[in-house]
């Protein structure tokens, strides 16, 4: 049998090859057709604009991550809240639910203009958009998830007279961690692209700095090489709280999700 560390070795090995591969690809195109600077960067040019523009990488990422998680947190909380009452209500979920549908199917770029006029250009703002973008697969996955319980369980708790209270935390919630933590997964990603998307708008009115805002302002500069440097940092933060929750769900949830 093979050891943890030859595992992880035999899992790891394709994904640098594969980037290695890429990388050469990428120099060689940039070096062979001779692309200009603001169109296609080496990965060195880019790296070296990492590394000068990183103190300004650094505050971009924590701002960015700080407004992702504050969303990722309300939207959990308040889909659960909202999971629940339609559950227990279920002639309001069925008329409810439509209407947060249409959180998924609006364009965030078309909600955060008319989020900033109602709440100006703050942090708060950027918050509340990262909220909206993350609602809806926390909403999904959690009502199907406090649905999923085996009917045997659920005649055993009417046989008994079990009351709303003590059959959500002692049967439902245990029945729908598994989906809670793929709505979450799902929305961590969400969460990163939903604050980008509003530090696009919010960062031109204000002296917040985001990844979104370094971003536009390098865009606009053509200066493709810190361009790619922040896209780059954008992915490591999705990455960073995809990571976080798949820990918390392996050591605190490890039970329910086996």
Not at 203 to 230: H, K, V
């Amino acid at each position: 049998m093979s050891s943890p560390l030859t595992r992880t070795l035999r899992d790891v090995l394709p994904v640098l090859v594969l980037a290695i591969f890429v990388l050469f690809g990428w120099t060689f195109a940039a070096s062979w057709w001779e692309l200009p600077k603001s169109l296609l960067p080496t990965p060195l040019e880019c790296a070296r604009a990492a590394w000068m523009y990183r103190q300004d990488l650094i505050g971009g990422f924590v701002g960015t991550g700080i407004a992702a998680v504050a969303g990722l947190s309300v939207a959990f909380v308040a889909g659960l809240l909202m999971s629940i009452v339609f559950e227990w209500f279920p002639w309001l979920r069925k008329a409810a639910f439509p209407y947060v549908m249409l959180l998924q199917t609006v364009p965030i770029v078309a909600i955060a203009p008319l989020l900033i006029i109602w709440s100006g250009y703050t942090f708060r703002t950027v918050a509340l958009v990262t909220t909206v973008v993350c609602l809806f697969p926390i909403i999904n996955a959690a009502s199907a998830g406090l649905r999923r319980v085996e009917p045997e369980m659920s005649d055993l708790f009417d046989l008994y007279h079990v009351n709303k209270w003590r059959r959500l935390i002692r049967l439902q919630m245990p029945a729908s961690i598994r989906d809670l933590v793929v709505g979450l997964k799902t929305a961590a990603g969400l969460s990163v692209i939903g604050a980008i998307v509003a530090e696009f708008f919010v960062g031109n009115g204000t002296r917040y700095d985001g990844l979104g805002t370094l971003m536009s302002g390098w865009q606009a500069m053509a200066q493709t090489d810190a361009l790619i440097a922040a896209i780059v940092a954008s992915t490591l933060l999705g990455l960073l709280l995809f990571g976080l929750i798949n820990l918390l769900t392996r050591t605190l949830l490890s039970r329910w999700v086996k």
